[in-house]
């Protein structure tokens, strides 16, 4: 019953600015949710906040008496241990937004013939969205890397060579070795070197917004920082931007087969 809707799921570990993304307000709630259900989003659940978790949709929301429906997993002992659990944080990607929000305990019971979970809805649901930049994918066959300077306890600088995920005028997200924890927020990192290919090198400080747990569909976990440029220069942020139109012409041009 579960289908994909994206390749990774992914956690909120860290933030500096919870309160800004949190939403409260009723029908604010209801529209989240109802896209969940809408667009059958995977769903990372962890029963009781433990690092174990099961993959999940929400298969209906009831805005009546604000409950919600959600697939069980397939394994019998992942079912057992969600059943007895007291509480379920959720994690999901709709529209590629990233929203979390808790809730629990579950009931089993039976929704249009098939074994179930129910449960009530959140009162909150944070959201992770910001506009301020269009934002790229970094493409897979491009690599695009950015050297961090890293430093360890001692206070030894090491080049860490990460991998961008994505990238906008206003910073970049990257992967981090899940056992770095020097990647959190508002930690800053000076003369990062962004290498964006056929157009050149560009030196950058970044601060570090937030701090992600990706999951993909392989169980396979890692770390995800949203780092902001910070001071970047006119030069730099046209560099990016020229990166951007670039990649984007040449998806365009391979949809239409001309590239």
């Not at 990257?174 to 056929?198: G, N």
Request: charged fraction near 25%.
């Amino acid at each position: 019953m579960t289908q994909a809707t994206d390749g990774y799921q992914i956690e909120l570990l860290k933030s500096d600015d919870h309160a800004r993304f949190m939403l409260e307000d009723r029908l604010e709630v209801a529209t989240i949710l109802r896209g969940l259900v809408q667009k059958r989003c995977i769903v990372t659940a962890y029963p009781d906040g433990s690092r174990a978790f099961f993959l999940s949709t929400v298969l209906a929301f009831d805005e009546g008496d604000r409950s919600l429906v959600l697939d069980p997993p397939a394994d019998e002992q992942a079912r057992e241990k969600a059943a007895v659990a007291s509480t379920l944080s959720c994690t999901a990607l709709l529209d590629k937004v990233k929203v979390q929000f808790s809730t629990g305990p579950l009931r089993a019971f039976e929704f249009e013939g098939f074994p179930a979970f129910r449960t009530a809805a959140p009162d909150s649901v944070l959201r992770l969205q910001r506009r301020d930049y269009y934002r790229l994918i970094a493409p897979v066959s491009h690599a695009l890397e950015c050297v961090i300077p890293v430093p360890d306890e001692t206070g030894t600088i090491s080049a860490y060579k990460a991998r961008v995920v994505d990238i906008s005028g206003g910073g970049i997200a990257i992967v981090v070795p899940p056992k770095d924890l020097t990647f959190s927020p508002e930690v800053e990192f000076h003369d990062c070197r962004l290498m964006l290919p056929d157009l050149g090198v560009i030196t950058a400080r970044l601060q570090v917004r937030n701090v992600f747990e990706i999951t993909s569909r392989n169980g396979i976990r890692m770390l995800r920082a949203g780092c902001q440029f910070m001071g970047l220069s006119g030069n730099a942020a046209s560099m990016i931007q020229r990166y951007i139109l670039k990649i984007e012409r040449e998806r365009s041009a391979r949809e239409r087969g001309t590239f």
